[in-house]
């Protein structure tokens, strides 16, 4: 099986149908996006040689060569590697590094940081503009068939943020990506022809899984001209299109819900907003529903069973009549069908409805494991069962929620952020003896970072230093939004620092 044969298939079904829109603008209809799809996987496989399963890695804005990549890609039988945009040249050199990528398609304002990472990649051969003549030489190429690929072909290879100073890369097949892709309509949304939705969270992550539904059942893509988030822009954007779905993270939503209460935007042609990625307070989701009426759906997964662990559909955020129903928007839904969660203890035993322990997951949603990383993959997969790090209960209704995050994880505005990375940046300065790296609350993005740091005995540093390390290590998301110089780190007995305690003296 193939991805690519969803594309052929609403092709066939509906090829006048629009399929892309920049902005306002339709692009292309299903029948030109198959053309230009299987012209661009000739030029992927003839045109630069790339042989079916090598890597093609994507550090692109949003826009609708993206989409038209991913089908290529996967037309050609190449697996894509969606990078986060905001990510730092060495950062980006280590994900070319480890999956060999081939290929790097651009936007021009990324074109630097790519190029400067490409120096630290023999393999990676081109690093290609998608707005220049090069790129428009490969979508006039032979048009190929879509390639013999098997199910657990991986399609696309998603990088974790470095847990361990390094990311993860999640090897996801065709099959996973099938997997969820059926899910959506079983458990999230329904979606017709002619539907839309618009892509304004990134597609490197969470928003480009959803083309596959939409793509799936005809619906339009729709990349905003900004290639991002603009509350202003999306409610124009609206306007113009009809039936849209919107994947945000819970601060996009608080966003939109503010916005949408000054100005009183028409909203009549949003359909569904699919919200994820980080924790979404009961008093936010409440008025969000109060201004766009029962247009939420929630969704709980995480990389490595992408966007597919359990769901909260628009009725069950409808049932305001239930007795447990503000219990019920704390939580993160019920499994999607098909998919077995378990709430375990430390030698990964079910515990009973109530009791807090790990959350574990196990389906065809489930990736293969971790890219070069086999020690990784057997931790994360132990007795067949994904683990996710993830820690809360399950109520007897089946209902899943979430407690505490291990390791630490920082969500700030959607991004995962791991506080080891950062820590590893700020030791490497010469003045700090220890660095502890916590997250704070914080009304709009969820947390932000906050970097704890005592100084070496008789040496000074400053915030502006760390800083200035930071940005030249790490992406400028990651970065600490604030620094706090203590004389000593709150430890236990066994001088494991207490992050606890540092979130409490903050």
């Known amino acids: 099986m193939n991805l690519a044969l969803l594309l052929q298939r609403s092709a066939q079904a509906f090829p006048h149908q629009p399929a892309v829109a920049l902005g306002e603008r339709i692009v292309r209809d299903y029948a030109g996006l198959a053309e230009r799809v299987a012209r661009l996987a000739g030029g992927l496989r003839h045109g630069l040689g790339l042989l079916p399963g090598q890597r093609v890695a994507l ?24 990078i986060n945009a905001k990510l730092h040249p060495r950062e980006l050199a280590f994900i070319f590094l480890d999956t060999a ?10 074109a630097g940081g790519a190029a400067a990472a490409q120096a630290e990649a023999p393999a990676l051969s081109r690093v290609i503009d998608v707005d220049g003549a090069e790129y428009a030489a490969l979508a006039r190429a032979e048009p190929i068939a879509p390639a013999e690929t098997g199910p657990l072909d991986i399609a ?11 990311p993860k890369g999640v090897m996801i097949s065709h099959a996973n990506l099938l997997a969820a892709t059926l899910a959506y309509f079983v458990d999230v ?16 992550h969470g928003s480009g899984l959803y083309i596959l539904p939409h793509v799936a059942k005809a619906a339009c893509n729709v990349a905003p001209e900004s290639g991002g988030f603009d509350e202003a822009e999306i409610f124009a954007l609206l306007r113009a299109h009809r039936g849209a779905t919107l994947f945000a993270a819970p601060t996009m939503v608080k966003r939109l819900t503010a916005h949408a209460e000054q100005t009183q935007p028409d909203s009549a042609n949003l359909k569904t907003i699919v919200y994820g990625g980080g924790p979404m ?16 759906a929630q969704i709980y997964g995480q990389g490595e069973s992408p966007m597919t662990i359990s769901a909260m559909d628009k009725t069950l955020h409808a049932d305001t009549a239930h007795h447990r129903y ?9 499994p999607f069908t098909g998919i077995e969660v378990r709430v375990a203890d430390a030698d990964d035993n079910p515990l009973p409805s109530g009791e807090v322990g790990e959350v574990l997951v196990r389906g ?6 971790y890219l070069n990383n086999p020690k990784a993959s057997e931790q994360a997969l132990r ?47 010469p003045a700090v003896a220890e660095a502890a790296v916590v997250g704070a609350p914080d009304a709009e993005w969820g947390e932000t970072v906050v970097a704890c740091v005592v100084a070496r005995p008789g040496m000074q540093v400053s915030a502006g230093e760390l800083d200035s390390l930071c940005l030249d290590h790490i992406a400028r998301f990651k970065r600490p939004k604030r620094y706090v110089f203590l004389e000593a780190l709150p430890k236990n007995a066994t001088g494991k620092i207490l992050k606890t305690e540092l979130r409490r003296l903050l």
């Open 101 to 110: 990528a081939g290929a790097c398609f651009v936007t021009a304002e990324l």
């Open 383 to 429: 007795n067949g069962w994904l683990h996710t790090g993830d820690v809360g209960f399950l109520n007897e209704e089946g209902f899943l929620t979430l407690r505490d995050r291990s390791k630490d994880l920082i969500i700030s505005g959607g991004s995962n952020i791991y506080p080891r990375e950062v820590e590893e940046v700020l030791a490497r300065h």
């Open 59 to 82: 550090v692109m804005k949003n826009c609708p060569q993206y989409l038209e990549l991913f089908f290529a890609c996967w037309q050609a039988g190449l697996a894509v590697v969606p």
């Open 156 to 166: 696309w290879l998603f990088y974790t943020s470095g847990t361990t100073g390094q």
């Open 189 to 204: 949304d329904a979606i017709a022809p002619g539907d839309s939705i618009l892509h304004a969270a990134p597609m490197s």
């Open 281 to 296: 307070y009961v008093e936010d989701c409440k008025a969000a529903l109060r201004v766009f009426g029962c247009k939420l």
């Open 326 to 334: 503000e219990q019920r928007l704390a939580s993160v839904g019920r």
């Open 364 to 369: 065809p949603t489930v990736m293969a494991g």
